[in-house]
């Protein structure tokens, strides 16, 4: 068969743009579609047969033909043609095993994209499933990424399967791996998180945060929260955000660090309780010490905000609204 055919199956399932690069004639488009009735769509002064006439184009042409124009496509110097070709794949998995095969050969071989791959693979969830694990010792760290991502979507697999690659030798899959796991929310998987805490990459750092806490609550507040001093200020707003996600419940754990010599940490420590809502409840309480702990350790703008608050809250007294106003 020869690049005309080709194109004529991946045109069919992007969209048509393939078509006008190979410039077909559209007489002779017009003929494949009489023989492949129903539905079309017009792109301009291209006709292109609707997606559920693959299937008739490849019985046209067999399927072991379809097979071999289908890897030449992957193997194309032309990224358009590559990328048609893994549409197609994509399409044709739905009814042939092969073509799923084609898939993960062609994210283990990189022959386009990883990501774009991954997406297709995606797609056909919950099929690939099996097929993905033995990618994840492949050589490339990329692949390995987008596997372990893939595995979210396969549980059962993750938890079997992904937990090592947690210390992988590359960071990006090893961030990777900790947010797979997140919904295993095992005890390993929480081990391996506060290991990570210590991680030198800061996303490492940041997704060990979030999965300590989602696994553990509160129980994991103590070894995040000093996060709130981290040197990256993904990590610091990662470890805020993981706390505040724990709720109310993590403010006796956070307001030990109101008092602490490192203003990073305090100030840290002041915003989670100012979004877990502590701030909100003392204001206007009996519990004014406190309330000044916190606004003392989040600096003017909290204090500022605080005050607003105050003004827009029913039930308080005068005198702290005043006592705000003069601090700040």
């Known amino acids: 068969m020869d690049a005309a055919t080709l194109a004529v199956i991946c045109a069919i399932a992007c969209g ?32 292109v047969p609707a997606d559920a006439r693959l299937t008739g184009v490849v019985a046209e042409i067999g399927e072991t033909d379809t097979r071999v124009l289908l890897r030449q496509g992957l193997r194309s110097d032309e990224r358009e043609v590559r990328v048609a070709a893994i549409t197609t794949l994509s399409r044709l998995a739905r009814d042939h095993e092969w ?34 694990v033995p990618l994840l010792g ?26 090592p690659h947690a210390a992988d030798s590359s960071p990006h899959v090893r961030a990777a791996a900790l947010e797979t796991l997140r919904a295993a929310g095992s005890t390993e998987t929480l081990r391996r998180a506060l290991d990570l805490l210590s991680d030198p990459q800061p996303y490492v750092r940041a997704q060990a945060s979030r999965t300590a806490t989602a696994i553990a609550g509160v129980g994991a507040a103590g070894f995040v929260a000093p996060m709130l001093a981290d040197g990256s200020w993904w990590v610091r707003e990662a470890a805020r955000e993981a706390l505040v996600a724990v709720g109310a ?16 940490l305090r100030n840290g420590a002041a915003l989670v309780l100012q979004d877990v809502g502590a701030v ?30 105050a003004h827009r809250k029913i039930n308080l007294g005068r005198p702290l609204v005043t006592r705000l106003e003069r601090a700040s």
């Not at 393939?18 to 077909?24: S, Y």
């Open 99 to 132: 073509a799923l095969d084609g898939l993960v050969e062609a994210l283990a071989s990189e022959l386009e994209t990883p990501e774009r791959v991954a997406t297709e693979l995606d797609r056909l969830a919950p099929r690939p499933g099996r097929r993905l």
């Open 138 to 163: 492949h050589p490339s760290d990329v692949v390995r990424f987008y596997v372990v991502r893939l595995l979210a979507g396969y549980p059962d697999l993750a938890r079997r399967h992904v937990a």
């Open 280 to 309: 909100d409840a003392l204001v206007g309480s009996e519990e004014s010490d406190q309330l000044e702990r916190i606004l003392a350790a989040g600096g003017n703008r909290l204090r500022r905000a605080a005050t607003e608050r």
């Open 249 to 264: 419940a993590v403010a006796p754990v956070v307001s030990a660090y109101l008092d602490h010599d490192d203003p990073e």
């Open 16 to 47: 048509g743009w393939l078509l006008l690069a190979a410039a077909i004639p559209l007489g002779r488009w017009r003929a494949r579609r009489r023989a492949f009735e129903p539905a079309s769509e017009t792109i301009g002064d291209w006709v």
